[in-house]
T-cell receptor, first 114, second 112 residues
């Protein structure tokens, strides 16, 4: 079964901490995405990457950075976590070219920043 | 990408067909209609997509009107496990890297 795996299901951090959210896919997909999901706001795109070491800003990149050193792994970094970054974080991947809009999602990481 | 409009919620009886509408009146010729769903506490799941012809797969059917301004996702025999938020997304097939814009979707409740 194809899989997108997020390293943690639940995470609790303190304000000011550096937070790493890891995502790994086993489908050899070129594209990877980080979304956050908040009640009443739906899914919002933070960053995406269409190749190793490449990244593009999404709709809400402020306060986040990403790293893609290997094709299968896409990391989301909160340099200094704040309470307004408490959210559900979803990673997704898709192949390049035809079918790039068919995204495969992980199960999500519920991050609480206290 | 064209904007979509969906009802915020719908109910359906178990075993009956669930018909979820989506309005995309500003859709352009090279834009596809995609449907995803999100079951509680899980990531979204791809269901189906189409351009202008009706499509069917093992999960659902997609009916797109002739003028392409609206579409309907049909779950032919809804079960309790189909309770989820359903997202209709219109996307320019050649104009993105696959980054999708999810709206608020329709919350479908399947009741026994």
């Amino acid at each position: 079964d194809v899989k997108v795996t997020q390293s943690s299901r639940y995470l609790v951090k303190r304000t000011g901490e550096k937070v790493f959210l890891e995502c790994v896919q086993d489908m050899d997909h070129e594209n990877m995405f980080w979304y956050r999901q908040d009640p009443g706001l739906g899914l919002r795109l933070i960053y995406f990457s269409y190749d190793v070491k490449m990244k593009e800003k999404g709709d809400i990149p402020e306060g986040y950075s990403v790293s893609r050193e290997k094709k299968e792994r896409f990391s989301l970094i909160l340099e200094s976590a704040s309470t307004n970054q408490t959210s559900m974080y979803l990673c997704a991947s898709s192949r390049a070219g035809t079918g790039r809009e068919k995204l495969f999602f992980g199960s999500g990481t519920q991050l609480s920043v206290l | 990408d064209a904007k979509t409009t969906q009802p915020p919620s719908m109910d359906c009886a178990e075993g009956r067909a669930a018909n979820l509408p989506c309005n995309h009146s500003t859709i352009s010729g090279n834009e596809y209609v995609y449907w995803y769903r999100q079951i509680h506490s899980q990531g979204p799941q791809y269901i189906i997509h189409g351009l202008k012809n009706n499509e069917t797969n093992e999960m659902a059917s997609l009916i797109i009107t002739e003028d392409r301004k609206s579409s309907t996702l049909i779950l032919p025999h809804a079960t309790l496990r189909d309770t989820a938020v359903y997202y209709c997304i219109v996307i320019n097939y050649g104009g993105s890297q696959g980054n999708l814009i999810f709206g608020k979707g329709t919350k479908l409740s399947v009741k026994p």
